[in-house]
């Protein structure tokens, strides 16, 4: 990971946020997937600043920021990120978020569209039940009993690594997303509130059911009619199916050159 210019913690809704900054120009928040961090970036940030600055941001439990003692929820890890873009006074910057950090920008959206330039969602449903059986069942059933048989993997090194008394918050951790997603989420009635443009970005093997992201692109109103010879019948909505990549690898030079190219237009 490149050395940020800043770095630091925002005071927000009695937490602290933790935030990085690379780069200069116009912004690009970048939200992480679930038991990642901002760092998880890395392949794509130098790539991501060559015109802009990219923000960053560990969300709850996840990365320099502490599990805290609330309940996790979309609805509050996106009033963190709001936070944060107000702490660090972006203006309206473009929203990029993959998985876990999808969802939370989708709520950000919803929420506090006045916050957000430009959405693009990567490899995230606009509700539970668009994920593949195999991975709703395995987030449904998270527990931080896992936690023991994670010691010694790769996410597990890099969590103790950057997460304060890691040892302790790490099934803290899993326990929070268990409950979380054991809750589930529905967002379909509200996708048509969003009025920034939308780029909903995934893998042609993705972890989410292809029925489900063609429904996804047509809330947004895409693919309701053909576009025309000129593209005239196009509406500010762009869907990206990414061939030869699956839910996993995701952040990728192939993402950086799609997302750029939508917060350019």
């Known amino acids: 990971m490149l050395t940020p210019v800043q770095s630091g913690y925002a005071p927000v809704n009695g937490v602290e946020v933790y935030y990085e900054v690379h780069g200069k120009g116009a912004p690009i928040v970048l939200l992480h997937g679930g038991l990642m961090s901002a760092s998880s970036f890395a392949p794509i ?11 960053g941001i560990d969300l709850q439990g996840h990365g320099h920021t502490l599990p805290f003692e609330r309940p996790m929820s979309f609805e509050a890890m996106a009033a963190d990120v ?19 950090g999808a969802t939370t920008a989708l709520r950000l959206a919803l929420d506090r569209p006045e916050l957000v330039g430009k959405l693009i969602v990567v490899s995230a449903p606009y509700a539970f039940e668009g994920w593949h059986t195999y991975n709703f069942e395995g987030m449904r059933s998270m527990t931080g009993e896992m936690a023991a048989g994670m010691v010694g993997t790769p996410l597990y090194n890099a969590y103790l690594a950057e997460q304060p008394d890691g040892e302790k918050n790490f099934p803290i951790l899993l326990d929070k997303i268990g409950d979380m997603m054991r809750k589930g989420f529905d967002y379909s009635a509200e ?27 047509e809330l947004l109103g895409g693919g309701l009619n053909d576009a025309g010879w000129d593209g005239s019948g196009m509406n500010q909505n762009r869907l990206a199916i990414i061939p030869g990549l699956t839910h996993y690898t995701m952040v990728s030079p192939q993402l950086a050159e799609t997302a750029l190219g939508f917060i350019g237009d």
């Open 45 to 55: 940030i130098e790539t991501m600043t060559e015109n802009h600055q990219v923000i």
């Open 82 to 100: 709001a936070g944060v873009i107000e702490y660090l006074q972006l203006e309206e910057p473009a929203v990029l978020g993959y998985s876990l």
């Open 191 to 217: 996708i048509e509130n969003l009025k920034m443009p939308t780029m909903l970005v995934f893998a042609d093997w993705d972890a989410i059911k292809t029925s489900h992201i063609a429904h996804f692109f």
